[in-house]
């Protein structure tokens, strides 16, 4: 197959920050201890509910439905009949007994054999709820009180990009989107870019489109100023896609599905995804996308009714869910993947009349996979909270959404404390996450956290204090320190190790600006100088 007939380019560009760093074998540093497992191979599946889904009509708080009824009278999950909520457990204390939206069968059974953990009243403090900005603040690390973490790059791009910065650039992108046309902030980083794989669906022969790039020829101009640096990166990142596409397609024609999947766009796009799991595509972090949450009217069909616009969506998350853990654990891949769903918001506690719910706070969040400890962490929200003089909100966070995520990147994928604080920190308590980490999340058999975090068994890997950017690049790279000096020695050399450039520069504005433009196009490796230190970063020039 040739590439192209795998790779389509969408005349909008939708191309976002990754980092293409080769994912090796993550544990080689690992190897010398017995005792560690081989996690080289774990990855991330996040699925992004797209518009805010409605917490409380997915799980109902069983022990308060007196409560819940009168705040939702005409679209409550019912107690009886054909659609009444699904019992989750019935082993699990009063403040925890959850009635499932009938749609969940799915998850019904994925928690039943120990693959899924609830995650109650999920948010950050200072909710915003704007679509657009509290879910930059989730893909940024931030919350509602600061932008500290970074404004204009996201959490997954900067764990990436320091997680595996001695891993040399390879041909696959190490973070992957599927679902959008849209750019996720997410995936930005301070260095290394990437490219982001929108998939729209499956075609008859068995593959899938692919949009991304600008297409046509790139502009042969392009101005010195904020807007020709975005337009630099976006066309120098497209160029890049031919270099992943044969990569992507190679993974795609090598995997496999196992188990069917239902006629859906999300359980398409988690098709895909362990389609190139079984393939051994490299990507550590894929990210799918459902959306139509935003449930203002006709959340439900009718007064009393479960079904309608929600139960739909929610019928298309589960039977995906379901249908995707299911195809991994056939083919022997369940080991190495966590998933799990976030959404920027919830929805306020009382309904609004049009048989739907407006913006609100808090919103629950399935974590699932194999290495899952099955359960249930928190409390259902109280409901008390919710009253006229607050516009029915539930503002009460029992888990703050980096919680989760610090405690997989480091229990599940070995990050080291220093990686985490980079990624995000608390600023709001002053506090790392790596203290505030979620216990009992994962199988102890599939928990890193003791003794087998990179630093503790590699305590030579330091963070780099260069930053070496656009990468890949055109013409022109910039070398920035971290921290303020006057000048930077560096060497540049080729793919062969021959020495091209060797000099000192002064930096100006903080930068040195190197023209490469008479250099041909391929791998380059700088050595930079500080001191009695070298660090090594490697480029490509397109």
Known sequence: MKRRNFIKLSASAS????????????LKSFMPYAECPDISNRKLVLINLAGANDGLNTIVPLNQYDIYSNLRPTIKVPISGANKYINLDSTLPDNQQIGLNPALTGLKSLYDKSWLRIMQSVGYPSQNKS????????????????????DDTGWIGRFMELYYSDLIVETYPIAVEIGSNK?????????????????????????????????????????????GKQLEYI????????????????????????????????????KTVARLISGDLGTKVYMVRISGFDTHNAQVQGVGEALGKHHSLLTD???????????????????????????????????????????????????????????????????????????YQIQTVQYDYRQTFATLLQNYLGADDTIIDATFFNHTLNESFVNLKIED??????DISKGCIASTIDPTKENKNWL?????????????????????????????????VDRTDTLIDGKVTINLFNYSSGIYFFEILSGSKKEVHKVIKI
């Open 15 to 26: 191309v976002v920050a990754l980092t293409p760093f080769q994912l090796q074998a993550a």
């Open 131 to 150: 679509h657009f900005k509290s879910t930059d603040l989730y893909l940024t690390g931030n919350d509602g009180n600061s932008l500290l973490n970074g």
């Open 183 to 227: 750019t996720s902030l997410g995936f930005h980083a301070e260095e290394a870019h990437g490219l982001s794989l929108n998939i729209s669906g499956q075609d008859p022969a068995g593959f899938y489109s692919v949009l991304s790039g600008l297409g046509g020829a790139p502009p042969l101009n392009i101005p010195d100023s904020d807007y």
């Open 235 to 270: 066309t120098n990142t497209d160029s890049l896609s031919n270099t992943y596409a044969a990569s992507i397609s190679n993974a795609f024609n090598s995997g496999k599905n196992d188990v069917s999947y239902p006629d859906s766009d999300l359980s398409n796009q988690l």
């Open 317 to 391: 998350l589960s039977g995906s869910m379901e249908a995707f853990m299911n195809d991994l654990v056939s083919q022997n891949l369940a080991d190495d993947v966590v998933g799990l769903t976030f959404s920027e918001f919830g929805r306020k506690a009382a309904e609004n009349g049009n048989l739907g719910t407006d913006h609100g706070e808090i919103a629950p969040m399935f974590v699932f996979g194999k290495p899952v400890a099955g359960g249930v962490s928190g409390t259902n929200p109280d409901l008390t909270e919710a009253t006229s003089s607050n516009n």
């Open 441 to 446: 999340l994962l199988k102890s058999a599939f």
């Open 468 to 500: 070496v950017y656009p990468n890949p690049f055109k013409d022109n790279v910039h070398i920035s320190g971290i921290h303020v000096v006057e000048t930077v020695s560096y060497k540049i050399y080729n793919a062969s190790g021959i020495l091209l």
